[in-house]
């Protein structure tokens, strides 16, 4: 209860400026929470895409079809769709390439903003602790007694620099965990339609027979 009590008056120390941080950690962590489920519904898993690949490199069409339907996530769903339009013969280059942009975008969206507070919460640390810093000197005077003054506030207005930084860099670790996410799902998924693309004149040969079996 203490350590509570201690940590509020820290807190209230740094200014208005902390409130602000606060609210930026915060939304940082509802677009951790969001994205982090987004992703979960999304993503099929690497083991599937690895199995996925070499099911169609074996020829064993079927067993690949049969694995994308059983697998859960929108990409094993998108992998199933490009393998169906190369066996009824349709064109799957477009298809591929519209497909992993609309991807890329939804993958993306909401990053940005965690981008933007990785870059805005120091600076919101550093102008608290100016505006911290101008009150404490502000108090200066002729007399010497007020040094103990100007150094308390001093060090209080630097809460907010140390806070500020704590918020960037847990959005920095957000936003870098998602965006590796990302590479590897993007990657993954041009692997696939890569070897769906090279085999689209077998896939179509053998046609529905695997395909909507």
Same mark, same amino acid.
């Given at each position: 209860m203490e350590n509570i009590v201690a940590g509020l008056e820290l807190f209230q120390k740094g200014g208005l400026v902390m409130y602000v941080l606060l609210l930026c950690s915060?939304? #940082?962590? #509802?677009i951790g929470v969001e994205r982090f489920q987004y992703f979960r519904r999304m993503d099929s898993g690497r083991g599937f895409a690895r199995e996925?690949?070499?099911l169609m490199r074996n020829e064993d069409y079927a067993g690949a079809m049969k694995l994308a339907r059983e697998s859960s996530g929108n990409m094993a769903e998108i992998i199933m769709r490009a393998?169906?339009?190369a066996a009824d013969g349709q064109d799957v280059s477009s298809f591929m390439e519209i497909q992993s942009g609309v991807a890329l975008a939804h993958f993306k969206r909401r990053l940005y903003y965690l981008n #933007?507070?990785?870059t805005m919460a120091p600076l919101l640390g550093l102008l608290g602790t100016i505006s911290g810093m101008i009150s404490a000197f502000s108090v200066f005077n002729v007399q010497s007694a007020q040094a103990a003054a100007i150094t308390g506030g001093v060090g209080e207005a630097l809460i907010a620099t140390a806070f500020g930084l704590c918020v960037a860099i847990m959005a920095l670790a957000i936003h870098a965990f998602f965006v590796q996410w990302v590479e590897n799902i993007i990657t993954d998924m041009e692997q696939v339609f890569s070897l769906v693309e090279t085999k689209q004149a077998e896939l179509t040969?053998?046609?529905?027979?695997?395909?909507?079996?």
């Open positions: 915060l939304f #940082v962590m #509802v996925f690949f070499a393998v169906e339009r #933007v507070i990785v040969k053998a046609g529905a027979a695997y395909a909507f079996a």
